[in-house]
């Protein structure tokens, strides 16, 4: 569906570039929807979804709260305070780091990784796609989306 319906315009866009803008929060307002209702079911928010991939990808490997802010998706997120609701939930630990002990240590859980394991088995983003754009056209959506961001 072209932006134009999507939002029922009815005056035309100042340029080809405004249009972008638009068309790429309404994408992300629709993408972040679909992925909402896959968090939900296991209790996540999109932030906490993101910390834990983040720390499966350090894993076995601890990170420290910077470094998730640092590779955080969403950069206006809470790190610390998205840490304290996952430990909440058994998903990550906190432990002192030995060289530096002013410093924590945080670790995905046995139970966030089993939370993961089982949410990439059910949302995987080809299944988003797959029926609107070819493996080939996501790459080039991709690549047009790095190009942009310069």
Known sequence: MKIEEAI???TKFEDNYHKVIVNINYTYSWISN???EVF?????????FNILRILRGQYPNPA???LLKERMIDKMSDA????DRLVQKGMVSRCTNNKDRRAVDIRI???GLKILAIM???????DLFKDNLTEEEAGLLSDLLDKLRG
Do not use: M, P
């Open 34 to 36: 679909v992925s909402r």
């Open 120 to 126: 990439d088995q059910e949302f995987k983003a080809s």
């Open 8 to 10: 029922q315009q009815n």
């Open 64 to 66: 420290t709260v910077n």
């Open 40 to 48: 939900e079911r296991y209790n996540l928010t999109s932030q906490q």
């Open 109 to 111: 859980s046995e139970e």
């Open 80 to 83: 610390s305070r998205i840490v």
